[in-house]
């Protein structure tokens, strides 16, 4: 793309020592959800009040303490809905209801009358303070500006007459904060606290938002240190961050935000909100809990929050989410496919709470109530390991690895075939119809095998006297010889047709199932006379028929 002159860099924040970069997160923020207001709004349909319930007490069930529920004096919907939550007593003692309002005295006096019966809630109000929100939308300088927050804070002042027995606590937003000259930010926030001070001792939330993503996330970092060193009393302050994620970089802009300073964080489940949406607080939390920090928020059953959340909003979670994507532990590489095979087979010798390190999953998908089985899905693209893993793990087939590469070769040829991904049902299939259902060119029409004992009884004289019925290439043979056992018998008695001459130079056997329903499996390679190495696969009731099984499995293969 031509560079055309209408963009330039972003400034960045003159410090002489930064402290965020040698930092690390070891400590939950306080989480606030604005789903039931920002994310909301964000809908194409906006939930009614049946569906906000469902939503707040989903939310209350994750662990969240503080919920912005909504903007009772814009919205009959939303006041109905908070009336609802305190005539109802959905709120538990330890969750503080959030609500937003505009700093006009009427809209002050609705938003206190429906916050009545609630023994606390959080009153945010806020007012856009960059210099193009200044220019265009209020044509008012700096001091202008700065004078009409404060007079919304003497608003609200004025009027907690009105909020009856509810204790207030303050948020203030300088909306936009993410472009406003940092000086600028800092002296609008010392004026709102200054004045609310004279009614307030509790801390003040100051809420940082990226209304507009605009810069990368050491800038904004940079932003937050900043306003945490220059504003005054800061241990009386909260300092809050509200991410959008217009450049695709919320997350890490919370996470360096944090790491400023920051103590608290305003988002939605799964990043929902205005355009490229608001903070993702699912990935945030979970990133924090692969790094061993306890998030406060529990993810246990993310695959139940997706559908709660899919039901209540209308939105969908994409395949490739953090965390909660229907791809995002799923590996088609081949590469990957055998190196979380390995890893997943190494894990399952180990304790339970052994450090986590399988390769490509940077969390146990158990931890989330994701399951282990569709880690490996199949097509062209996949390598040898991927079909021997899904063989293993759904249905208890454990080829020996010298078979893998061959089984990869059958299945990504059926996979390119089909163009599409293969279900483990169809690998299956393929498996069954190549080396389990072939009877061409041999089939076994009888079998019978007969067991002699060796003249001093000894078990090691023991042998087994085989008889057959076959048929190659469409003729039948009835052959018969002696061996140290069915399969010894076996493979002697058919030098009497005219298939190959072969020798078995592999043999692997394992059982599946448990009691009256396990069978055998069987794997055997043969070193045909041309040299030529071939596998085969039996599986039988009889732990020997299914080595004769593997057998003529490799001679038709």
Same mark, same amino acid.
């Given at each position: 793309?031509?560079?055309?002159?209408?963009?330039?860099?972003?400034?960045?924040?003159?410090?002489?020592?930064?402290?965020?970069?040698?930092? %690390? /997160?070891?400590?939950?923020? =306080?989480?606030?959800? #604005?789903? !039931?207001?920002?994310?909301? $709004? *964000?809908?194409?349909?906006?939930?009614?009040?049946?569906?906000?319930?469902?939503?707040?007490?989903?939310?209350?069930?994750?662990?969240?303490?503080?919920?912005?529920?909504?903007?009772?004096?814009?919205?009959?919907?939303?006041?109905?809905?908070?009336?609802? %939550? /305190?005539?109802?007593?959905? =709120?538990?003692?330890? #969750?503080? !209801?959030?609500?937003?309002? $505009? *700093?006009?005295?009427?809209?002050?006096?609705?938003?206190?009358?429906?916050?009545?019966?609630?023994?606390?809630?959080?009153?945010?109000?806020?007012?856009?303070?960059?210099?193009?929100?200044?220019?265009?939308?209020?044509?008012?300088?700096?001091?202008?500006?700065?004078?009409?927050?404060?007079?919304?804070?003497?608003? #609200?002042?004025?009027?907690?007459?009105?909020?009856?027995?509810?204790?207030?606590?303050?948020?203030?937003?300088?909306?936009?904060?993410?472009?406003?000259?940092?000086?600028?930010?800092?002296?609008?926030?010392?004026?709102?606290?200054?004045?609310?001070?004279?009614?307030?001792?509790?801390?003040?939330?100051?809420?940082?938002?990226?209304?507009?993503?605009?810069?990368?996330?050491?800038?904004?970092?940079?932003?937050?240190?900043?306003?945490?060193?220059?504003?005054?009393?800061?241990?009386?302050?909260?300092?809050?961050?509200?991410?959008?994620?217009?450049?695709?970089?919320?997350?890490?802009?919370?996470?360096?935000?944090?790491?400023?300073?920051?103590?608290?964080?305003?988002?939605?489940?799964?990043?929902?909100?205005?355009?490229?949406?608001?903070?993702?607080?699912?990935?945030?939390?979970?990133?924090?809990?692969?790094?061993?920090?306890?998030?406060?928020?529990?993810?246990?059953?993310?695959?139940?929050?997706?559908?709660?959340?899919?039901?209540?909003?209308?939105?969908?979670?994409?395949?490739?989410?953090?965390?909660?994507?229907?791809?995002?532990?799923?590996?088609?590489?081949?590469?990957?496919?055998?190196?979380?095979?390995?890893?997943?087979?190494?894990?399952?010798?180990?304790?339970?709470?052994?450090?986590?390190?399988?390769?490509?999953?940077?969390?146990?998908?158990?931890?989330?109530?994701?399951?282990?089985?569709?880690?490996?899905?199949?097509?062209?693209?996949?390598?040898?390991?991927?079909?021997?893993?899904?063989?293993?793990?759904?249905?208890?087939?454990?080829?020996?690895?010298?078979?893998?590469?061959?089984?990869?070769?059958?299945?990504?040829?059926?996979?390119?075939?089909?163009?599409?991904?293969?279900?483990?049902?169809?690998?299956?299939?393929?498996?069954?119809?190549?080396?389990?259902?072939?009877?061409?060119?041999?089939?076994?029409?009888?079998?019978?095998?007969?067991?002699?004992?060796?003249?001093?009884?000894?078990?090691?004289?023991?042998?087994?006297?085989?008889?057959?019925?076959?048929?190659?290439?469409?003729?039948?043979?009835?052959?018969?010889?002696?061996?140290?056992?069915?399969?010894?018998?076996?493979?002697?008695?058919?030098?009497?047709?005219?298939?190959?001459?072969?020798?078995?130079?592999?043999?692997?056997?394992?059982?599946?199932?448990?009691?009256?329903?396990?069978?055998?499996?069987?794997?055997?390679?043969?070193?045909?006379?041309?040299?030529?190495?071939?596998?085969?696969?039996?599986?039988?009731?009889?732990?020997?028929?299914?080595?004769?099984?593997?057998?003529?499995?490799?001679?038709?293969?």
């Amino acid at each position: 793309m031509k560079i055309n002159g209408k963009y330039q860099q972003f400034p960045q924040i003159h410090m002489e020592k930064r402290g965020w970069p040698d930092k %690390l /997160i070891t400590k939950a923020p =306080v989480w606030v959800s #604005v789903d !039931l207001r920002d994310g909301n $709004q *964000a809908l194409v349909n906006p939930m009614g009040v049946g569906q906000k319930l469902e939503f707040f007490d989903l939310l209350v069930k994750l662990g969240f303490k503080e919920i912005e529920v909504g903007f009772p004096s814009a919205s009959d919907t939303e006041y109905t809905f908070i009336r609802r %939550l /305190i005539e109802e007593n959905r =709120v538990p003692e330890d #969750v503080t !209801l959030q609500v937003l309002c $505009q *700093a006009r005295d009427h809209l002050v006096k609705k938003t206190f009358d429906a916050l009545k019966g609630a023994p606390k809630a959080i009153f945010h109000i806020y007012n856009s303070t960059s210099p193009a929100q200044r220019k265009y939308t209020f044509g008012m300088s700096k001091e202008q500006i700065t004078q009409l927050a404060v007079d919304g804070i003497k608003c #609200v002042q004025g009027c907690l007459s009105d909020a009856g027995g509810t204790k207030i606590r303050l948020e203030y937003s300088p909306e936009s904060f993410s472009t406003t000259e940092i000086d600028y930010a800092v002296e609008i926030c010392e004026a709102v606290k200054q004045q609310w001070a004279q009614t307030s001792k509790d801390k003040i939330i100051l809420n940082l938002p990226t209304t507009v993503e605009c810069a990368s996330p050491n800038i904004f970092a940079d932003q937050i240190e900043y306003f945490c060193t220059h504003i005054s009393g800061r241990e009386n302050v909260i300092v809050s961050l509200h991410n959008h994620n217009d450049r695709g970089e919320g997350v890490a802009s919370c996470e360096l935000g944090i790491l400023a300073g920051a103590d608290r964080v305003e988002g939605c489940l799964f990043g929902n909100g205005e355009r490229t949406g608001n903070l993702d607080i699912v990935n945030v939390a979970l990133n924090m809990y692969t790094q061993g920090v306890d998030p406060e928020l529990d993810f246990t059953h993310i695959e139940d929050v997706k559908d709660e959340y899919e039901k209540l909003t209308g939105m969908t979670v994409g395949p490739r989410v953090p965390y909660a994507g229907e791809l995002v532990f799923t590996a088609f590489s081949g590469s990957h496919q055998d190196a979380i095979r390995k890893g997943m087979a190494a894990r399952a010798k180990m304790e339970k709470d052994a450090l986590w390190d399988v390769p490509y999953l940077p969390i146990d998908p158990h931890d989330i109530g994701r399951q282990y089985e569709g880690i490996i899905r199949i097509n062209s693209q996949s390598g040898k390991g991927g079909a021997a893993y899904i063989l293993e793990q759904d249905y208890g087939m454990i080829l020996p690895k010298a078979m893998h590469t061959v089984l990869g070769e059958v299945v990504k040829a059926a996979a390119d075939e089909a163009q599409r991904e293969l279900k483990p049902a169809e690998i299956y299939d393929i498996f069954a119809k190549t080396w389990l259902g072939k009877n061409n060119p041999l089939k076994i029409v009888e079998l019978n095998e007969t067991h002699l004992e060796g003249g001093d009884g000894g078990d090691e004289n023991e042998q087994v006297l085989c008889r057959a019925v076959v048929e190659f290439n469409g003729k039948r043979y009835s052959i018969g010889a002696k061996g140290n056992g069915p399969l010894d018998a076996f493979v002697s008695a058919m030098q009497q047709t005219p298939a190959p001459r072969f020798n078995i130079t592999s043999f692997h056997e394992h059982s599946i199932g448990t009691g009256s329903d396990t069978s055998a499996m069987a794997y055997v390679q043969i070193t045909v006379e041309d040299g030529r190495q071939v596998w085969g696969a039996g599986k039988s009731s009889n732990v020997g028929r299914a080595g004769v099984a593997a057998v003529v499995s490799a001679l038709n293969f």
